[in-house]
Structure formats: C-alpha cells, structure tokens
C-alpha cells in the first residue's frame, strides 16, 4: 500500500525527522486558512499516490493566504498521471539550499535492507541511477546489527554534509530505517531532503510502500488507505483476493499460481505477444473468484484476446471451467479466448467449457500462440513440425510382459539416410543388450 506524502511524513516526524509545519486542506478555502494560520510563505501540494508531482504542476509555492487559495482551486481537480487531485498539504515554504535523495528499500540481489543516498536529489533516483550511477551511496544493513552509526556518518560524508548536519544526518537516517522497519515497508523515501537556508535538515516530501503481506499487524495503518486512489479494477480484485497488475498489453492472462503467471507472460512475449497483465487466481479459486476475475480483465478495453492457463492441483480445473461459464453470463463479450486446462478434473472442466466459443490448447506453447494470433485477429496455423530426429522409443516398441511390469525399452537404431551413411564411414555402434537383470 502507498502512503501519502501528508501521512508518511507524520509518520516520519515520530521518529525525530524533521517536517514542516503544515496541515490538509481538502478545498481552496481550507487552503487559504492553513496558509493564513502558518503566517508566512506556503507551498501547495497535491496529495496523489504518483511521483513527479512537481514536474506536472502539482507542486507551487504561495506568498500569502490569497495566493494559496488561487494556486489550491488550480491544483485541486487536476489530473495528474491519471489520478485526480482531491486534497492538498499546505506546507511552511522551505528556503531550499540544497536537495538530498535518502531512501530505504530492500536489495533483493544482496538479501538486505540497503539505504541509498544522493546529493542528486530533487529528481526521480530512478533518473540519477540511469544518468549517474556514481553519485548513488548505497549502504546494506546487517538485519541482526541494524543502521550503524559508522555507516550513517559514511553516507553523510559521501553527500558532503559538515558539522552538525552530520549528527542531524546520522538522527534521520536512523529514524527512517527504524520507520520503514515498524511499517514493514517495502520502501521509506525523503526526496528531497534539503539543507535550508537556516542551515537545517528538513523533510520536504516522503514516501511509504508498506508490504500488503505485512497488513495484518498493522490495523493503525489500515485506516491510511486511500480507496479513492485505486483503479475500480484494483479495488476489486483486493476484495476477491486475487493478484492483480495491470499492464498496458493486449492479451488478457487468467492463471492460477505466481510462478505459472509469470511464465505465461512470458511466453507470451516469445511468441510476439505482450500480456495485458498479470493475474493470479490463487490456488484453490472458486467460480466466484474466477467469475471476478475476468469481468476486472474484461474491463481493460486494451484486451483483444485471453489466454486461461490453469494447472490444476488444489485448484479443480471443473471449478475454474464454472467460473468461467458464469463470468461470461454475467459479462458477455466478443473478445476471443484460449484456454488451456491441465490436471485435476479437466475432462469434467472441458466438458463444461465445451458449449462456449473457445479454443483449447493441450500445451501452453500452442496456448499461447493461438493468443497471439486471436489477439492480431489472425487465425491460427500450426506451425510445420521441427527438423528435428527424436530417437525415442514409440509406444508400441515398449513391451508389456505378462507380469504387468514394463520389460527393458528397446531402442531400435534410426535408420541412416544416404548422406549420413556417406558421411559416417564407422557404423554407429550396436546398442548394448539389455542385461537379464534390467528385465
Ligand atoms: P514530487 O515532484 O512529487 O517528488 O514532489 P516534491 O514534494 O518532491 O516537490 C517537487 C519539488 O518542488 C522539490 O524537489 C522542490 O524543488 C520543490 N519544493 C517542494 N517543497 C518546496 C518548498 O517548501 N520550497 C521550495 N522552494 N520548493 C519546494
Ligand atoms: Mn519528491
């Protein structure tokens, strides 16, 4: 889940990290009156779950309570990235000397919590690791010894910090990777953190990603959700319990397991394809689910094709073939559809499925390449067999003695063509008889 900037900063503030002074204002009016209570030079801030907010006009300074109502009735409406602005912060303007990316995130590759630092701040980090990449500090810390002191200080030198900013430095790198772990973040970001012109540290934006896995033991944090900021698929799919990202491809993805998900993506993508999103209905999904999740991939209009791939364990292949049948009662479309069904109870589920408009696809390789094609409104050809000699026994070459136990495959030697036997001047060897104790 996303903080906003107003409630990671609060957040922050309760662990010794300075903030401004500042307060919520929902119209121009509650604008005009924070500003005229802080008595001095604001800045109005949309409150969207985007980055870049400055960049998009999201982000203005105002002299006095007039002027705040004025760039707050701008502000306030405005669509940023997508999301419409509903509430503003009106923050004490900060006199800004200098602007500091510190950030904490979790180094998948180095299996640690890592804070990361640049004097490039202001900007995305995303922009300064592209252009940049030597003025990124990053420094892992050991999950057992925490943030160490020595290891604060190290970042505040590389920034350049002197005097007290290294002890105020050293106080909110502190406070900002004991906030991200008590949040059970997946990312805790200042961007910028700024020397001021009264030479102090101050928190001019912040940035929370808690881990929904983490959610449970944070019902204080439940509260700081923002639904008005979720797409009406994301909500949804939340409410069914299934995982959902949209992507901006054409073929709608339906599959059962994380891991089975982001194959199917991506041989979708070896084929020519690009995935609509990704979906996993989780094991063990009931029609209801199913039912969910394909009105929510339905819903993107991008979708020109969908591609089912269910592997059935816990999940029953007859359950998601119901699921399917009800969604499409329930959501009548045009958009083609594939469906591949593997393991438990497919032939009761391609029973069920038999009745609906839908290819089907005994591998997801074929699976996925009847999507692709349905997806450019090309009909499918199968594609000429490989040039490829496959020495492998045939069914009928393994024989079945009277004892019901498999004897001995025997492998009959492929016969050479002209060329090969040319080629080959030494006959290739006999295979070795089977041993009596093999049979
Ligand atoms: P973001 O663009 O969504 O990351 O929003 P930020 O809160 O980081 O604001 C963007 C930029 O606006 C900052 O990098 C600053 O340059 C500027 N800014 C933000 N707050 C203040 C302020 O209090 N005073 C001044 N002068 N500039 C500010
Ligand atoms: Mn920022």
Known sequence: MKLHEHQSKRIFAQYGIPIPKGEVANTPEEARQVAADLGRRVVVKSQVLVGGRGKAGGVKVANNPDEAEQVASKILGMNIKGLTVRKVLVDEAADIQQEIYLGVVIDRAARRVTMISSAAGGMEIEEVARTAPDKIIKVPIDPFLGLRDYQARQVAFALGLKGDHIRDFTIIAHGLYQAFLDTDASLAEINPLVVTGEGKLLAVDGKIVTDDNGSFRHQD????????????????????????????????????????????????????????????????????????????????????????????????????????????????????????????????GRAILAGAKMQTASTLVEAAQKAVAAAKGEEYVPPPPPPLVVYAPKEHEIAMPPSGKPAARKITKPKPTKKAAKKTAKPAKKPAKPTKKAQ
């Open 221 to 348: 944090l439940a509260a700081l959700r923002d639904v008005d900021e979720e797409t009406h698929s994301e909500a949804e799919a939340r409410s069914f319990g299934l995982n959902y990202i949209q992507l901006d491809g054409q073929i709608g993805c339906m599959v059962n397991g994380a891991g089975l998900a982001m194959t199917t993506m991506d041989i979708v993508k070896l084929f020519g394809g690009s995935p609509a999103n990704f979906l996993d209905i989780g094991g063990g999904a009931s029609a209801d689910k199913v039912a969910a999740a394909l009105r929510i991939i339905l819903a993107d209009p991008n979708v020109k094709a969908l591609l089912f791939n269910i592997f059935g364990g816990i999940t029953r292949c007859d359950e998601v073939a119901r699921g399917i049948v009800t969604a499409l009662q329930q959501v009548p479309t045009e958009v083609p559809m594939v469906v591949r069904l593997v393991g438990t109870n497919e032939e009761e």
